[in-house]
């Protein structure tokens, strides 16, 4: 089946204990993003990678890092999280194709971070 | 900068009635745009997408949308409420040249028996 798979679903931690959620994508996809969900706000991207090695910041990338060494791979990474980073987390990916123009994205289930 | 505004954070229906919720668009060139839904508990999912073909688009579970340029509008529609389309809904925009997909506040539906 193709999926986006994000782990772990829920965590529960304090502040300043580094964590990482991973996000796993079987489609080939070349295009991955984070996003964090908050109420009244939407969906915000924090990071996207156009392709392997290449990653950009989204509109609200402070305090997270990301890498892609492989093209299935995008794992977020939160080096010293802090409560104002408590959100839905969710990973998504796609072909952008020139010729349609419409970056279609399948997203994961999200996953819950509350940091205390 | 592109961005979008869906009008009203929750609306409510009764099953059966008309499900209307409003997205404006805001965008310097040709968009494309998206509408996509949020049942509890799971990731987002493509309802549908315009793509500068028809500007009535239709999508999955009986959705359609209508894309107007003069109104600077793509508002989701659906004739007949159904108690399992209770969900939050996102309106999203993207321009021809990014990839990136810019997301609205969503829209929280309730549909009441």
């Known amino acids: 089946e193709a999926q986006v798979t994000q782990n772990p679903r829920y965590l529960i931690t304090v502040t300043g204990k580094k964590l990482t959620v991973t996000c796993s994508q079987n489609?080939?996809?070349?295009?991955m993003s984070w996003y964090r969900q908050d109420p009244g706000l939407g969906l915000r991207q924090i990071y996207y990678?156009?392709?392997?090695?290449?990653?950009d910041k989204g509109d609200v990338p402070e305090g997270y890092k990301v890498s892609r060494k492989e093209k299935r791979n995008f794992p977020l990474i939160l080096e010293s999280p802090s409560p104002n980073q408590t959100s839905l987390y969710f990973c998504?990916?796609?072909?952008?194709?020139?010729?349609?123009?419409?970056?279609?994205?399948?997203f994961g289930a999200g996953s819950r971070l509350t940091v205390l | 900068a592109q961005s979008v505004t869906q009008l009203g954070s929750h609306v409510s229906v009764s099953e059966g009635a008309l499900v209307l919720l409003r997205c404006n668009y805001s965008?310097?060139?040709?968009?494309?745009l998206f509408w996509y839904v949020q049942y509890p508990n799971q990731g987002l999912q493509l309802l549908l997408k315009?793509?500068?073909?028809?500007?009535l688009v239709k999508g999955i579970n009986g959705f359609e949308a209508e894309f107007k340029k003069s109104e600077t509008s793509f508002h989701l529609t659906k004739p007949s409420a159904h108690m399992s389309d209770a969900a939050e809904y996102f309106c999203?925009?993207?321009?021809?040249?990014?990839?990136?997909?810019?997301f609205g506040t969503g829209t929280r539906l309730q549909v009441f028996p």
């Open positions: 998504a990916s796609s072909n952008p194709t020139r010729t349609s123009g419409a970056n279609v994205l399948t």
């Open positions: 489609m080939n996809h070349e295009y």
């Open positions: 990678s156009m392709n392997v090695e290449v990653t």
């Open positions: 965008s310097s060139v040709p968009p494309y």
């Open positions: 315009y793509t500068s073909a028809a500007t």
């Open positions: 999203a925009v993207s321009d021809r040249y990014t990839d990136k997909l810019i």
